[in-house]
C-alpha cells in the first residue's frame, strides 16, 4: 500500500520569501512522485516529477523537490514566492509495478502569498 | 500537447436525474481514463479507472450502478451519475493516461456537480 501526508493544510508566505511545502510518502516499492497544483475550481496541473535518476528535480514556474529516500520526502520547494503561486498544492505517489498504478493524493497544502 | 476537456464545466440538476459528464483526450490517444472525486478542500478520492474497450474498475465503497463509466474510444469516456441526489454534488475530475507503464496522468479542469 502507498499514502502520502503533507503536513500544514495551510502555509502562508510573503512576497519573495522561500516557498516549502513538505511531503512524505510511503511505497512498497520505489515510488514515483509527484507535486501538482490546482487553482480554483480548476484541475490539476503537473509541477514535476521524480521517477529515477537526479535526485533534486526541477519543475515550472520556479518549483524543484528532493527525492530523500532516506527521509522517504518529496518536499516541494521554490526560493521567492509570487502572489501568482497562490493555489492549492498536491503530492501524490504512484506505484511501479503491477496493479500499484494508481496515484496516491495527499490531502494538499494550501499556499497562501501575502505582500 | 496532453490536454485533457471535460463537458460540461458546470451542472446543475434535480434530484432523482441522471448526469452524464464527458472527458475528451484532445491530442493522444488515451488507453487508460481516471475518475476523481473532490469534496470542497478536500483531496481527490480515485473512484474508478478505466481502459478502452472494457469494463472499469471500481475503487471500493463506490457503486458501480450509481456511476457508470464508459470508455468507448481510446478518446473518450464517461461518467453517468445516476439518479443523483444532493449528496452526489461534488467537483469531479477526470484524468488520462497513455496506459500502464506511463506514469503520468493528464487531467481534465473539472465538472462541477450539484444536485438540488
Known amino acids: 500500500a502507498q499514502s502520502v501526508t503533507q503536513l500544514g493544510s495551510h502555509v502562508s508566505v510573503s512576497e519573495g520569501a522561500l516557498v516549502l511545502l513538505r511531503c512524505n510518502y510511503s511505497s512498497s516499492v520505489p515510488p514515483y512522485l509527484f507535486w501538482y497544483v490546482q487553482y480554483p475550481n480548476q484541475g490539476l496541473q503537473l509541477l514535476l516529477k521524480?521517477?529515477?535518476?537526479?535526485?533534486l528535480v526541477k519543475g515550472i514556474n520556479g518549483f524543484e523537490a528532493e527525492f530523500k529516500k532516506s527521509e522517504t520526502s518529496f518536499h516541494l520547494t521554490k526560493p521567492s514566492a509570487h502572489m501568482s503561486d497562490a493555489a492549492e498544492y498536491f503530492c501524490a505517489v504512484r506505484g511501479v509495478t503491477g496493479t500499484a498504478s494508481k496515484l496516491t493524493f495527499g490531502t494538499g497544502t494550501r499556499l497562501q502569498v501575502t505582500l | 500537447g496532453a490536454v485533457v476537456s471535460q463537458h460540461p464545466s458546470r451542472v446543475i440538476c434535480k434530484s432523482g436525474t441522471s448526469v452524464k459528464i464527458e472527458c475528451r483526450s484532445l491530442d493522444f490517444q488515451a488507453t487508460t481514463m481516471f475518475w476523481y472525486r473532490q469534496f470542497p478542500k478536500q483531496s481527490l478520492m480515485l473512484m474508478a479507472t478505466?481502459?478502452?474497450?472494457?469494463?472499469?474498475?471500481?475503487e471500493q465503497g463506490v457503486e458501480k450502478d450509481k456511476f457508470l463509466i464508459n470508455h468507448a474510444s481510446l478518446t473518450l469516456s464517461t461518467l453517468t451519475v445516476t439518479s443523483a441526489h444532493p449528496e452526489d454534488s461534488s467537483f469531479y475530475i477526470c484524468?488520462?493516461?497513455?496506459?500502464?507503464?506511463?506514469?503520468?496522468?493528464?487531467f481534465g479542469p473539472g465538472t462541477r456537480l450539484t444536485v438540488l
Open positions: 484524468s488520462a493516461s497513455l496506459g500502464r507503464g506511463y506514469n503520468e496522468q493528464f
Open positions: 521524480y521517477t529515477t535518476g537526479a535526485t
Open positions: 478505466s481502459n478502452e474497450g472494457s469494463k472499469a474498475t471500481y
